[in-house]
Each structure stands twice: as structure tokens, then as C-alpha cells.
């Protein structure tokens, strides 16, 4: 059998809509159905283990209004949704902010903040890209995001107050991975994210003041050299 049979045979079990007799018999295997089994509970628990991680914030605002088993439920809804389809686990939770958005009971802000969340571990854990060097004309880093909303979800986020309500307004958060390769969450003034949005926008420079330019250099959230820099650098 191929590897994408049995995993096709073996989802079934894992979503819980197939007992370990039954996929056991299917595969041919005799006295399989105990080790299955197990092998199910694992899968269930590691990939709501992904969950728990990625979405810590998430989970802790679900949690405090309306329970630990309304979560569980609704990390089991999402899978049997959208049935895992990377072998690296957290990757299967990249539909999961959608999903909660809109489930009876969540909070209006709630897909804000997962978005939020799962752009900050996608900048964590993004394989370095050789793109983001130093060398080249100014840029935004590959793994800068602006995430727009309508609740300061960020500024929750940090203050860990979980029964407490995120502020109501319009918010703009960049999500990057600095030089030091830490994903970073950070609030622009109205000039640094003019500048983000128009070098995202692929727009000719220049974006903004230089002092403007330079922080962004400094944070990591621009990569390159600024037009008329780089030959001013060679000549020194």
C-alpha cells in the first residue's frame, strides 16, 4: 500500500468516525487493533498539543468564558474540517483562526488575535531565507506581516489578562523575525507604517524620512541598502 493509502485508510480512525477493528481488518493486519489505537490517540493529542501552542493566548480567552471542554470541541471540529494535510504538525493550524472566528459563543475579537498568533509563529519557525541579507537594494524582510484590525488584540495579547476585553479601535501590528531570529510584535507610528505598507506594496522609494528608514533597518523589518547608500558604502 502507499503511504498516502494507509494515511487515507488511517484518517477515519484519527477523526474518530472508524473504530481500530474495523481499520485493522482493512489493512490486513491481524491483532493491530490495540496498537492503532493508540497510534490515534497520539495523533489527536499532538496535533491539539500544536494548537495549544501556537494559539496559547487563544486558548486562554476561549477558556475563561466558556470552558476547557468547549475548546477541546472545537480543536476536534476543526480537524474534522480540515483534516490534516502536512506532515509538520503546526502547519495543519493554519485555517484554525478562520475556523474559531466563527463559532458560536467566541468573541468578536477572537480571529483577530489568532491571526495574530499564527503570524508570530510563522515568523519564529519560517526557514531562513537567503533573500533577507544584507546585500541588495532596500527591502521589507520576507517574513514582515501587517495585520490590520479592529481591537488592540496586541497590547491584550502582552498584558496576559485573559477575562479581561482587548480595547476596541483601529489597530495596525507588524509581525517580523529580527536578526537575532526572534519573532517580534510591535505597534508602528503612523510613518513606519506607511513606510512597511509601501515597501510591501513594491512602491519606489523613497518611503519615508531617513531617520523613519534607519529604524526599520535597526529592527530588522527592512533588509538591503537604501538607494544612493550602497554606492556612498563602497566608496568609504
Same mark, same amino acid.
Given at each position: 500500500?502507499?503511504?498516502?493509502?494507509?494515511?487515507?485508510?488511517?484518517?477515519?480512525?484519527?477523526?474518530?468516525?472508524?473504530?481500530?477493528?474495523?481499520?485493522?481488518?482493512?489493512?490486513?493486519?491481524?491483532?493491530?487493533?490495540?496498537?492503532?489505537?493508540?497510534?490515534?490517540? *497520539?495523533?489527536?493529542?499532538?496535533?491539539?498539543?500544536?494548537?495549544?501552542?501556537?494559539?496559547?493566548?487563544?486558548?486562554?480567552?476561549? *477558556? $475563561?468564558?466558556?470552558?476547557? &471542554?468547549?475548546?477541546? &470541541?472545537?480543536?476536534?471540529?476543526?480537524?474534522?474540517?480540515?483534516?490534516?494535510?502536512?506532515?509538520?504538525?503546526?502547519?495543519?493550524?493554519?485555517?484554525?483562526?478562520?475556523?474559531?472566528?466563527?463559532?458560536?459563543?467566541?468573541?468578536?475579537?477572537?480571529?483577530?488575535?489568532?491571526?495574530?498568533?499564527?503570524?508570530?509563529?510563522?515568523?519564529?519557525?519560517?526557514?531562513?531565507? +537567503?533573500?533577507?541579507?544584507?546585500?541588495?537594494? %532596500?527591502?521589507?524582510?520576507?517574513?514582515?506581516?501587517?495585520?490590520?484590525?479592529?481591537?488592540?488584540?496586541?497590547?491584550?495579547?502582552?498584558?496576559?489578562?485573559?477575562?479581561?476585553?482587548?480595547?476596541?479601535?483601529?489597530?495596525?501590528?507588524?509581525?517580523?523575525?529580527?536578526?537575532?531570529?526572534?519573532?517580534?510584535?510591535?505597534? +508602528?507610528?503612523?510613518?513606519?507604517?506607511?513606510?512597511?505598507?509601501?515597501?510591501?506594496?513594491?512602491? +519606489?522609494?523613497?518611503?519615508?524620512?531617513?531617520?523613519?528608514?534607519?529604524?526599520? %533597518?535597526?529592527?530588522?523589518?527592512? $533588509?538591503?541598502?537604501?538607494?544612493?547608500?550602497?554606492?556612498?558604502? *563602497?566608496?568609504?
Amino acid at each position: 500500500m502507499r503511504l498516502a493509502g494507509l494515511f487515507s485508510t488511517l484518517q477515519p480512525l484519527i477523526e474518530g468516525t472508524a473504530d481500530a477493528a474495523t481499520v485493522a481488518k482493512s489493512l490486513a493486519i491481524e491483532g493491530a487493533a490495540e496498537g492503532l489505537q493508540v497510534y490515534a490517540e *497520539m495523533c489527536r493529542k499532538l496535533r491539539r498539543d500544536a494548537i495549544d501552542v501556537i494559539h496559547a493566548g487563544t486558548r486562554e480567552a476561549v *477558556m $475563561v468564558r466558556v470552558g476547557e &471542554a468547549r475548546w477541546a &470541541a472545537w480543536v476536534e471540529a476543526y480537524f474534522h474540517e480540515r483534516p490534516a494535510q502536512s506532515f509538520e504538525l503546526n502547519e495543519n493550524a493554519a485555517g484554525f483562526g478562520e475556523f474559531v472566528a466563527r463559532q458560536a459563543g467566541s468573541p468578536a475579537w477572537l480571529g483577530e488575535l489568532a491571526a495574530l498568533e499564527w503570524a508570530t509563529w510563522r515568523a519564529e519557525s519560517g526557514p531562513d531565507d +537567503p533573500r533577507d541579507s544584507a546585500e541588495g537594494p %532596500l527591502r521589507a524582510a520576507r517574513s514582515v506581516v501587517v495585520l490590520r484590525g479592529s481591537w488592540d488584540v496586541a497590547a491584550w495579547l502582552g498584558e496576559e489578562a485573559w477575562a479581561a476585553e482587548p480595547v476596541r479601535g483601529e489597530t495596525a501590528t507588524v509581525v517580523w523575525r529580527d536578526g537575532e531570529l526572534d519573532a517580534c510584535r510591535a505597534t +508602528p507610528i503612523d510613518e513606519e507604517l506607511a513606510a512597511i505598507e509601501a515597501a510591501l506594496a513594491g512602491a +519606489p522609494e523613497p518611503w519615508g524620512a531617513d531617520e523613519v528608514v534607519e529604524d526599520l %533597518l535597526a529592527a530588522g523589518i527592512f $533588509v538591503g541598502a537604501r538607494s544612493g547608500h550602497a554606492h556612498e558604502d *563602497m566608496s568609504r
